[in-house]
T-cell receptor
Framework: GAVVSQHPSRVICKSGTSVKIECRSL??????MFWYRQFPKQSLMLMAT?????????EQGVEKDKFLINHASLTLSTLTVTSAHPEDSSFYIC?????????FGSGTRLTVV | AQSVSQHNHHVILSEAASLELGCNYS??????LFWYVQYPGQHLQLLLK??????LVKGIKGFEAEFIKSKFSFNLRKPSVQWSDTAEYFC???????????FGKGTRLSVIA
């Protein structure tokens, strides 16, 4: 079946630095990918929709200058958390639509210290 | 706004007990429905999905769900749970096209011996 690879799985960074998370569709092309954030004991909240070759669409309340999304190819979308702060610590998950529905990456646990 | 509701936050069952997790959605028109499972420390996995046709959908690991349009519901069921079913279960829905999934808040299932 379709596979979405997400890296890194865990990252710890210092406050003020930037972190890049990659999401790759391994055996299919994804013109659209989705980035979610999951807080402890809560559901996945959609942050933005990543569109290949065009600007991402951000959900209300998500700072586009803080969460930079690049979807330069049909198999790769990246999320960069810029100037990270402890409140950005969370679990970030990407997703892509395939022929069977949606496939999710394994997630990235970001801890900002 | 479109939403998905899961009314049970945490369910505790003994092994061999029957399971039913509630899911209601607020969409009008054609809707696609999904149940995902997230085992401890793992990423989201698709349990089953409903697009059209038979409203009783059978998924992996003995799970099934029934789409009842008149009740806007898509409840997940399993006749006899196992300890290995301990996980977080998410119901999700979307209208059509490349729209992102909207998730419920999730239900944590704990199966005890």
């Amino acid at each position: 079946g379709a596979v979405v690879s997400q890296h890194p799985s865990r990252v710890i960074c210092k406050s003020g630095t930037s972190v890049k998370i990659e999401c790759r569709s391994l055996d299919f092309q994804a013109t659209t990918m989705f980035w979610y954030r999951q807080f402890p004991k809560q559901s996945l909240m959609l942050m933005a929709t990543s569109n290949e070759g065009s600007k991402a669409t951000y959900e209300q309340g998500v700072e586009k200058d803080k969460f930079l999304i690049n979807h330069a190819s049909l198999t790769l979308s990246t999320l960069t958390v810029t100037s990270a702060h402890p409140e950005d610590s969370s679990f970030y998950i990407c997703s892509a639509k395939d022929s069977n529905g949606y496939t999710f990456g394994s997630g990235t646990r970001l801890t900002v210290v | 706004a479109q939403s998905v509701s899961q009314h049970n936050h945490h369910v505790i069952l003994s092994e061999a007990a029957s399971l039913e997790l509630g899911c209601n959605y607020s969409y009008g028109g054609t809707v696609n429905l999904f149940w995902y499972v997230q085992y401890p420390g793992q990423h989201l996995q698709l349990l089953l999905k409903y697009f059209s046709g038979d409203p009783l959908v059978k998924g992996i690991k003995g799970f099934e769900a029934e789409f009842i349009k008149s009740k806007f519901s898509f409840n997940l069921r399993k006749p006899s749970v196992q300890w290995s079913d301990t996980a977080e279960y998410f119901c999700a829905a979307l209208n059509s096209g490349n729209t992102p999934l909207v998730f419920g808040k999730g239900t944590r299932l704990s199966v005890i011996a």
